[in-house]
């Protein structure tokens, strides 16, 4: 380990959809590199595929296992006030999707917000909770 903090990691630009490899790189290179990961929730919102990310055998192994309790997520959810999908809803009808080509939650269709809504669903995610936010 290089870091002895945990990296956080981003997608700061609302419009620019980073590919399931890029995602992929950035939390092996961290697993890898820091004490942890910390996510932000727009990394899961606007990245198409996370949950794909996520199951990779290679980052399951070390998050459920050799870096037990290293995968965090940045927000007010670790204590049960706001799920993501929560989140989600709450945001405004103007928020723009960068997996949907920068279009906004309003424009979206039913089977775009099933897919975002099944990708936030946070039981099929090992964060730790209790994470200082």
Known sequence: MILKERLF???CDSVRQLSQEEVAKRLLLAAAFAQGVVMSVNLLIDNNGIADV???PDLEIWYREEG?????LRGMFSDGQLSLVDYFNALPPSYRLSRLGGRTKAAMTQAERDLIL???D????PFETGHPR
């Open 68 to 72: 037990a309790g290293s995968l965090s």
């Open 9 to 11: 990691l981003a997608n």
């Open 118 to 120: 099944r990708d936030l």
């Open 54 to 56: 996520l199951a990779r």
């Open 122 to 125: 946070r039981k099929a995610y």
